[in-house]
């Protein structure tokens, strides 16, 4: 998967087979098989490790960590990976053949990473619980939030103080300059 991993973020798209990566890996084709039935799999496998990377933010480092801190950490690693390279995941759909079962996976994804935000969001001492009702939720800000870091990603945009400020406003009524 890392080597596979590498061929995605490098963008060596003619090498991406399962020949190509059993070469790479310097194993039997037939192995790679064994644990992915299809280059499909394989590939939808590297993308979530993909996401991973980007969105998942270790349970250690959210202890105690705001709801700010770990949106910022997370728009961090966009930047990292995906900064500067408009249409990140617009480059890394083609590696998954299955559109629709792509589409299924990363949706389970970010509803597991809406989840831990809400999670984070929703024992953050600091956040002003009268700012949620029924037209406007914990969830529903949550979603926002990650849609947002998403359209970054896909368009190869920084709107990180905007969305500081943002979350800083709505969230914790506080009004701060950067």
């Keep these: ?4 991993g ?3 973020k490098e963008g060596k798209k003619e090498r991406i087979s399962m020949r190509g990566i059993a070469g790479a890996c310097g194993i039997a084709v037939g192995s790679l098989y064994n644990y992915f039935p ?16 980007l969105f998942c933010v270790p349970l250690s480092k959210i202890e105690g960590e705001s709801f700010l801190e770990v949106v910022e950490c997370i728009g961090k690693r966009i ?11 617009a480059e890394h759909a083609f ?3 299955d559109k629709e079962k792509g589409h299924r996976v990363m949706e389970e994804y970010l509803g597991h990473m809406k989840r831990e935000l809400l999670t984070v969001l929703l024992g953050d001492e600091a956040v002003r619980r009268e700012v949620w009702d029924e037209g406007f939720s914990a969830e529903d800000f949550v979603g926002f939030v990650v849609d947002f ?10 709107r990180s103080v905007f969305l500081r400020e943002l979350i ?9 300059r950067i």
């Design 168 to 176: 800083l406003r709505v969230v914790y009524g506080k009004k701060e």
């Design 149 to 158: 870091l998403v359209e970054d990603l896909m368009r190869g945009t920084d």
């Design 79 to 89: 930047g990292r990976y995906g900064g500067g390279s408009r249409g990140f995941l």
């Design 1 to 4: 998967m890392r080597t596979a």
């Design 6 to 8: 590498e061929m995605v």
């Design 95 to 97: 590696v998954v053949g």
């Design 38 to 53: 299809t280059k499909n799999d394989l590939m939808i496998a590297v993308v979530v490790e993909l996401w991973k990377e």
